[in-house]
């Protein structure tokens, strides 16, 4: 299916605005991508379906013919979206169609999301009507993280991957609290002696070029899955049924994602750090035991069966990379994915909002009398950052916080909300000289 006539007013008028993003973020923020026209057109299309059609939607069934009709270069991209959390959904499909990608598919975990998603004209499948293959029932709701929810969805991803590389074509995955700036399919096609490549929750780079990460980070941080593809190769089917086995085992009840991390390193390093170590986290040296011969920033990973790339932090960037530490600043990288994780809930959207790249909003959502603005002061790091342990750059964070928020107008009277805790405090602060320019 090909984006319908509701989508061709919005991919006409926000391709290059988005494509000027693209450009923009390689060299500064200071560039709006969504103007009221966009914004307009495209909430016409997002605002879901009326009451006339909620009547029940036959909506088509993962299938090898569906695949292989959109898929392009033996490539399928594939998302997920709910009903609560269609607008990211519709603001990753812009960004999709503003980079003229035409091969992917959107699934659909509940009804309403499938009238939403075939009134807008997009390709999508229904992951909820699958009594026939055996499975459960599709959890609806906010499916918060690390809920019941949020942990049984792992089992159904994983069933639609093995299905899908089965069907022997390459696999793209992507969150839909993502942003494509640039088509990164490009990208992979650069390293084909990769399995899987994937990106990671690394808070600084390991290099200032456009390469692979060091695989030192898979020791040092989690991969996230948000963004990752996967060939359709004999081991790669074979790692996949591992994790998928690895999860039923547990009733569904663990996160996708740890799994994923746990068996990847198994037998990949020479060395080995327990939990209870407190090496400093960038102190530690992480061995791989065999890289590719074409790229030694592949590795093998899971007992030397598979191999693995992880994109760089500097132009697939994480939440901290991308929103906190503004690293494309100062790597002049081309950025092609943001990912808004290390955000709770909604808190995503004003992150996106922050940086213009945020296309559901309707223009009454900014002419309101309550927003407020001012310039904020911060204190700038010590001179000797690099000589300070953990705890003292953990209490100059603190100091910072304290200025920032004695600066708010009215705070006796005000409530506040932090949008964010970092678990990763200590290892966040512990980064490179080349991150610590950016504080």
């Known amino acids: 299916m090909s984006p319908g006539p509701k989508w061709a007013a919005i991919v006409s008028a ?15 923020a200071n560039s709006s991508v969504t103007p009221a026209s966009s914004r307009n057109a495209f909430q016409r299309v997002s605002e879901g379906p009326s009451a006339s059609q909620n009547k029940p939607l036959k909506a088509p069934p993962l299938s090898k013919q569906l695949v292989r009709e959109h898929a392009l270069n033996n490539t399928i991209i594939i998302a997920f979206a709910n009903a609560n959390h269609i607008d990211y959904t519709f603001n990753w499909l812009t960004y999709v169609f503003a980079n003229n990608i035409t091969n992917y ?37 906010d499916l918060a993280f690390l809920s019941q929810g949020f942990l049984s969805i792992g089992l159904h991803k994983l069933a639609l991957i093995r299905t899908v590389l089965g069907y022997k074509v390459d696999l793209v995955c992507s969150d839909v609290d993502t942003v494509w700036l640039q088509n990164p399919l490009p990208y992979f096609a650069r390293f084909p002696e990769a399995d899987i490549l994937v990106s990671s929750d690394a808070t600084a780079p390991t290099h200032d070029d456009e390469g692979l990460e060091d695989p030192q980070v ?33 009733g569904g009840q663990h996160w996708d994602q740890g799994e994923f991390n746990m068996l990847l390193r198994i037998n990949m390093f020479k060395n080995h750090f327990s939990w209870w170590d407190h090496t400093d986290t960038w102190d530690r040296v992480y061995k791989p035991k ?58 995503k959207r004003h992150r996106f909002r922050e940086s213009q790249l945020w296309l559901y909003d309707k223009p009454a959502y900014y002419n309101v009398d309550q927003l407020l603005s001012f310039d904020m ?21 603190l100091e910072n916080i304290g200025t920032q928020l004695q600066q708010e107008p009215g705070t006796k009277h005000c409530p506040f909300y932090a949008h964010t805790t970092w678990w990763s405090t200590c290892y966040s602060l512990m980064m490179s000289p080349l991150s610590l320019e950016l504080l």
């Open 14 to 28: 926000v391709a290059l605005l988005c494509l000027g993003a693209q450009l923009t973020y390689t060299h500064n």
């Open 105 to 141: 598919l959107v699934g659909a975990i509940d009804p309403t999301t499938a009238r939403t998603l075939s009134k807008a004209g997009v390709n999508f499948f229904s992951m909820y009507d699958n009594v026939a293959n055996g499975a459960v029932r599709m959890p609806e709701g």
């Open 218 to 250: 898979i020791g040092r941080h989690d991969l996230n899955i948000g963004i990752m593809m996967l060939r359709c190769t004999k081991n790669m089917t074979l790692f996949v049924d591992a994790w998928q086995q690895q999860l039923q085992r547990k």
């Open 290 to 347: 065999a890289t590719v011969a074409q790229n030694k920033r592949i590795v093998w990973a899971y007992n030397h069966s598979v191999t693995v790339g992880v994109l760089p932090v500097s132009m697939f960037a994480n939440g901290h990379i991308f929103f906190i530490q503004k690293l494309y600043k100062k790597l002049r990288s081309p950025l092609h994915v943001v990912h808004a994780n290390f955000i709770g809930g909604g808190f």
């Open 377 to 397: 002061r911060t204190l700038q790091p010590p001179a000797d950052w690099l000589q300070l342990n953990t705890r003292q750059r953990v209490q100059f964070h």
